[in-house]
């Protein structure tokens, strides 16, 4: 097992990850002051391992709850947010009371908000249970619904008490899902350090089949990385910034192809888009170029990613939320390990990826 320590000023917390860690790790983490659980789950989830979480917690001798969504992402809603509410205050949760979100980042997420705001704020775990959410959602404090199709427009920032993410539940994800987690940890390899991106590379086929220990070392180092900016930058005024690597390009591609394209494999063809801007505005060298996207490109799209509408993408980049004043922002590549955040682009450079992607997204 590994114990990641985030360590922020007002609220720090633990991330402990590893292979059937939860039963001994769960118990010993719910404070004896809680009152009573909810667990927010997904039906997906609560049908594969709801019944291994309520044993688990009913070492506490507490009341538990269970409260269960639709998977997918339309169960970020004011709606679901409303029933959860509406439930807790029917079953008199107070400020005592630990909810539990139990799933991958859609349940993350909402209970998260759930959390934040009934009551102004009650205490939340997080027990991830997909690749993306134990390396990227459960980390950071950031929760949020949708609205109107706007994606996490609602939200805060509002930090669990501890996170546990048990590797032995992704054996049931599905193949995409996997690659969505993936997206992320590529991008982290870019982010760090030459040695992380080497290590990386050269264990990609053992992360594509799940190897348990090198899952439990993937999990660790992407946590590490994503926690130690999360200390420099808890709310996203600077350094932060970076964790958007390949997501301006990847956020439109999702919805230029309505969704129908998985955000992993979308964020792979940002970082791939972003690789190629960078080396166009003279800031990555080709050889460093050439390292990137030859990890990148080994992984196919099923969507034909080869005539991107130039207009349809920029449109979409611009109202992109990170982007300012009529102005796209770019997190740029220098070198493995340095990043540009906030960067302008010259938009006659932005135009010849767009219309060079079809080179790149093989
Ligand atoms: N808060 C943040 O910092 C942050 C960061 C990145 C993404 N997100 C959000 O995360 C969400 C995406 O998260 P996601 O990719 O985990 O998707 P998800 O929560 O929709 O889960 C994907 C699918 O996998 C199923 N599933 C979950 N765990 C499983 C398991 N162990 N075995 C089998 N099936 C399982 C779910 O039921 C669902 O159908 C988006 O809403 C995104 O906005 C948030």
């Given at each position: 097992m590994k114990k990641i320590e985030v360590?922020?000023?007002?609220k720090p917390y633990p991330i402990f990850i590893g292979k059937n860690i939860i039963s001994q790790i769960l118990p010993k983490q719910i404070s004896q002051k809680y009152s009573k659980i909810l667990i927010i789950s997904d039906k997906n989830v609560a049908g594969l391992y709801g019944n291994e979480l309520n044993i688990i917690l009913k070492k506490t001798r507490k009341p538990v709850y269970s409260i269960n969504v639709a998977s997918g992402e339309n169960s970020k809603s004011y709606l679901q947010v409303e029933r959860i509410h509406k439930f807790l205050l029917k079953n008199n949760f107070n400020r005592d009371s630990l909810i539990v979100g139990f799933g991958g980042g859609v349940v993350g997420d909402l209970a998260g908000f759930v959390a934040s705001t009934y009551m102004r704020g009650v205490d939340f775990c997080q027990i991830p249970t997909t690749l993306l959410a134990m390396v990227d959602s459960s980390v950071g404090g950031k929760t949020g619904i949708n609205l109107s199709g706007s994606k996490n427009i609602i939200g805060s920032f509002y930090q669990p008490v501890f996170v546990i993410a048990e590797t032995s539940f992704l054996k049931t994800l599905e193949e995409d899902e996997w690659i969505c987690g993936l997206g992320e940890i590529l991008k982290y390899s870019i982010i760090a350090t030459t040695g992380y991106f080497n290590f990386v590379k050269r264990n990609i086929k053992k992360i594509l089949v799940r190897d348990d220990k090198i899952v439990e070392r993937i999990v660790f180092e992407s946590v590490k990385i994503k926690a130690a900016v999360v200390k420099l930058d808890e709310k996203e005024a600077g350094l932060r910034k970076i964790l958007n690597l390949g997501h301006t390009f990847g956020h439109a591609i999702e919805s230029i192809l309505n969704y129908k394209i998985k955000h992993g494999a979308a964020v792979i063809a940002g970082l791939l888009l972003i690789a190629d801007l960078s080396k166009r505005v003279g800031m990555l060298q080709e050889k460093d170029f050439v390292q990137i996207s030859n990890l990148l490109q080994g992984f196919t799209f099923n969507h034909s990613l080869k005539k991107l509408s130039t207009d349809g993408m920029l449109n979409l980049m611009l109202k992109d939320?990170?982007?300012r004043n009529d102005k796209i922002k770019f997190v740029l590549?220098?070198?493995?390990?340095y990043l540009v955040i906030d960067a302008d682009v010259n938009e006659i450079l932005i135009i010849e990826t767009l219309q060079n992607a079809g080179d790149i997204l093989k």
């Open positions: 360590e922020l000023k007002e939320k990170k982007s590549i220098k070198k493995i390990g």
